[in-house]
């Protein structure tokens, strides 16, 4: 588009179907390769990635001419079929329904991607819920507790 001059920052947060912990940290780098080359085939730059064994965190900057709903159901359909494909996991591997996307300035850009790429020190202190929880509450969106992920505590 002629023109047309976009910074589209969006952190997206997905979780495995079931909360369950498939996503093996020896398979956790190939993971994250396949979900940048979706993500760029999509037009799209990928910025910072870390795959927890039960839930993904993403920052995106996102064509104009994306959906983000579009991006991030590509995202989940190609990757569980190339997790099942190369049999990464015992029985069959899906995402849960659903995600968060939030948006971030230029500014913010840097502590996000060290927050992203720090999740193993964060996940030591603060559960997933509790995480995503402070995170809808820093966004300031409302939310009703039924629609959220399915938390397995």
């Not at 991030?72 to 190609?78: F, L, S």
């Not at 995503?132 to 397995?152: A, G, P, T, V």
Request: net charge neutral; charged share 25%.
């Amino acid at each position: 588009m002629a023109n047309t001059y976009t910074q589209l920052i969006v952190q997206f947060v997905f979780a495995v179907y079931g909360r369950q912990n498939l996503i093996a940290e020896r398979h956790r780098e190939r993971l994250e390769k396949y979900i940048c080359g979706t993500i760029t085939n999509k037009n799209s730059k990928p910025l910072a990635i870390y795959c927890n064994p039960d839930h993904t965190h993403v920052l995106v900057g996102i064509n104009p001419s994306t959906s983000v709903s579009d991006l991030v159901r590509d995202i989940k359909a190609n990757s569980s079929r190339w997790i099942n494909a190369e049999r990464m996991v015992v029985g069959k591997f899906g995402w849960q329904d659903g995600f968060g996307a939030f948006t971030y300035s230029k500014s913010q850009i840097d502590a996000v991607a060290r927050y992203i790429l720090n999740q193993p020190m964060h996940h030591k202190r603060v559960n997933f819920k509790e995480e995503y929880l402070e995170i809808l509450k820093n966004s300031e969106i409302e939310y009703e507790e039924r629609y959220l992920f399915e938390w397995y505590e």
